[in-house]
């Protein structure tokens, strides 16, 4: 027998069992969603190992012995001042990043956000060694400008790399087969940079998760579950999501409905949580379990190919930490921002992108009439200077005459595909993304895409 100690958001997946039959309503889920549900995967019998459990399988591997979850999410807030919380932030955040890294010299993803400007301004405070970098699309918007305000603020060295057109093409099975296909191919940037990184450091020290866990999800604090199950549908559903799976499922034949089904899964799951007193802790949880294991952790398995990797969100003690605030203090990114001016108030000055033009002393400003000038200035920049500019990833992958050579030579020429799907389906949702509504249609694109390079490297 095997033991295997599932993390509470785990690094990766695991997983147990055949890849026999194919788990057509799990593929429908995913089609909706761009992540599988739960312990779903392509495979009626093959489960992915759940966060936060302890397992017990056969010699084998092909069979669950024993599960047994040790950690649930719970809201457990005790009451102290807010200066007493980040003063726990700041002590537990440093002591994580310090164990985690130790004297590697360390590779740091940067953005114009607070999650990786958190992680720098711990990283220049500890003294660290550190290897700045951020990139931006070829004729995309400056998406590296605030990044390398903060690497200059903390004196990193700093890269700028553009991901050039088309990118995805030369190396879509290699890419295929680092994430085995359970998520969207458009979206992993860092997939392109890939040769880039490993000369850079020893270590690649990751943001993700922060924005989750040091935020609210904006609801009220009581709410029926089917509220919850109404809101968290919103929230999972891709643009196009529930017209594509409602058609897979019918050329699949399915019994039921898409829809009654993907609803009735979602709220078991939202039940099984029973943080009942706080909707949005509720909510943290949900996607803490369902949404970070299994859509961001296929993701990091790109940044793994090229060295170790860490997560200092992902940490128990920080997840604990977090079940401890009261849901006020989590709101609206406070703790981040406190810590960040007490820590460097330097870079608390440079700009948040998410609430440009202002920073973290004058975001509280960001409304009307106080944000108007500016609203102004980016309608007239919208239109009139940069309207050709790249602003999303299926522009630089699906757009132009040599991506769509790619692109229709993967979903009509692969006999594989043509017998896994039915082509006239993918003819439907291709002549939508050309011909209705190129937005609306790439997560539908992107998806066929994916599931054209499963049927290739599952053979």
């Given at each position: 027998?095997k033991?295997i100690?599932?993390?509470?958001?785990?690094?990766?997946?695991?997983f147990v069992?055949?890849?026999?039959e194919i788990d057509h309503k799990?593929i429908?889920?995913f089609a909706?969603?761009g992540?599988f549900?739960?312990?779903?995967?392509y495979?009626v019998?093959q489960?992915?190992?759940r966060?936060?459990t302890?397992?017990?399988?056969?010699?084998?591997?092909?069979?669950?012995?024993?599960?047994?979850?040790?950690?649930k999410w719970?809201?457990?807030?005790?009451?102290?001042?807010f200066?007493?919380?980040?003063?726990?932030f700041t002590?537990l955040?440093?002591?994580?990043i310090?164990?985690?890294?130790?004297?590697?010299k360390v590779?740091l993803p940067l953005?114009?956000g607070l999650?990786?400007?958190?992680?720098a301004a711990?990283?220049?405070?500890?003294?660290?060694?550190?290897?700045?970098?951020?990139?931006e699309?070829?004729?995309?918007?400056n998406?590296?400008?605030y990044?390398?305000?903060?690497?200059?603020v903390c004196?990193?060295p700093?890269e700028?790399?553009i991901i050039?057109?088309g990118?995805?093409?030369?190396?879509?099975e290699?890419?295929a087969?680092?994430?085995?296909c359970y998520?969207?191919f458009t979206?992993?940037?860092?997939a392109a940079?890939?040769?880039k990184l490993?000369?850079?450091?020893?270590?690649?020290?990751?943001g993700?998760?922060?924005d989750?866990?040091f935020?609210?999800?904006?609801l009220?604090?009581?709410?029926?579950?089917d509220e919850q199950v109404d809101?968290?549908?919103?929230?999972?559903?891709?643009k196009s999501?529930?017209?594509?799976?409602?058609k897979?499922w019918?050329?699949?034949d399915?019994e039921?409905?898409?829809?009654?089904?993907f609803?009735?899964?979602i709220?078991?799951?939202?039940?099984?949580?029973?943080?009942?007193?706080?909707?949005?802790?509720q909510?943290?949880?949900?996607k803490?379990?369902?949404?970070?294991?299994?859509?961001t952790g296929?993701?990091?398995?790109?940044f793994?190919k090229v060295?170790?990797?860490?997560?200092p969100y992902?940490?128990e003690?920080?997840?604990?930490?977090?079940?401890?605030v009261p849901?006020?203090?989590?709101?609206?990114r406070q703790?981040?921002i406190?810590y960040?001016?007490?820590r460097n108030?330097?870079?608390?000055?440079?700009?948040w992108?998410?609430?440009?033009?202002?920073?973290?002393?004058s975001?509280?400003?960001?409304y009307?009439?106080?944000?108007?000038?500016y609203?102004?200035y980016?309608?007239?920049r919208k239109?009139?200077?940069v309207?050709?500019?790249?602003r999303n990833?299926y522009?630089?992958?699906f757009?132009?005459?040599?991506?769509?050579?790619?692109?229709?030579?993967w979903?009509?020429?692969?006999q594989?595909f043509?017998?896994f799907?039915?082509p006239?389906?993918v003819e439907e949702?291709?002549?939508g993304?050309?011909?209705e509504?190129?937005?609306?249609y790439s997560?539908v694109i992107?998806?066929l895409?994916?599931l054209?390079?499963?049927?290739?490297?599952?053979?």
């Amino acid at each position: 027998m095997k033991e295997i100690k599932t993390a509470i958001i785990p690094v990766k997946t695991d997983f147990v069992g055949l890849k026999s039959e194919i788990d057509h309503k799990a593929i429908c889920i995913f089609a909706a969603t761009g992540f599988f549900l739960d312990d779903d995967t392509y495979f009626v019998n093959q489960k992915a190992l759940r966060p936060a459990t302890n397992y017990t399988l056969s010699d084998d591997s092909n069979s669950i012995i024993k599960e047994e979850n040790y950690f649930k999410w719970h809201y457990s807030p005790f009451e102290r001042p807010f200066d007493q919380i980040v003063e726990e932030f700041t002590v537990l955040f440093e002591k994580i990043i310090n164990e985690q890294v130790q004297d590697k010299k360390v590779i740091l993803p940067l953005s114009g956000g607070l999650d990786s400007r958190t992680q720098a301004a711990a990283l220049r405070h500890l003294n660290k060694k550190v290897h700045a970098y951020s990139y931006e699309f070829e004729n995309g918007h400056n998406e590296t400008k605030y990044a390398e305000q903060i690497a200059k603020v903390c004196d990193f060295p700093f890269e700028k790399w553009i991901i050039p057109k088309g990118y995805l093409w030369k190396d879509i099975e290699e890419i295929a087969s680092i994430n085995q296909c359970y998520t969207e191919f458009t979206h992993p940037r860092q997939a392109a940079v890939l040769n880039k990184l490993a000369g850079l450091g020893e270590v690649i020290s990751l943001g993700h998760w922060g924005d989750v866990l040091f935020d609210n999800m904006d609801l009220p604090s009581q709410l029926s579950i089917d509220e919850q199950v109404d809101i968290m549908i919103k929230k999972v559903i891709k643009k196009s999501g529930i017209e594509f799976a409602e058609k897979l499922w019918k050329s699949w034949d399915l019994e039921g409905d898409f829809y009654s089904y993907f609803r009735q899964r979602i709220k078991k799951l939202l039940e099984e949580v029973t943080i009942s007193e706080e909707a949005n802790a509720q909510t943290r949880a949900f996607k803490s379990l369902y949404w970070a294991s299994r859509w961001t952790g296929s993701n990091l398995s790109f940044f793994e190919k090229v060295k170790p990797i860490t997560l200092p969100y992902y940490d128990e003690r920080m997840l604990q930490f977090i079940c401890s605030v009261p849901e006020r203090f989590l709101a609206k990114r406070q703790i981040q921002i406190a810590y960040l001016k007490k820590r460097n108030p330097q870079l608390a000055k440079i700009t948040w992108q998410d609430q440009r033009p202002f920073n973290l002393y004058s975001h509280q400003w960001n409304y009307f009439p106080w944000n108007f000038p500016y609203r102004v200035y980016q309608k007239i920049r919208k239109d009139y200077v940069v309207k050709n500019k790249v602003r999303n990833n299926y522009e630089n992958q699906f757009l132009g005459n040599e991506n769509e050579i790619e692109l229709r030579k993967w979903l009509f020429e692969n006999q594989k595909f043509k017998a896994f799907l039915d082509p006239k389906l993918v003819e439907e949702m291709y002549d939508g993304f050309i011909n209705e509504n190129h937005l609306s249609y790439s997560h539908v694109i992107s998806t066929l895409l994916t599931l054209s390079l499963f049927t290739k490297i599952s053979e």
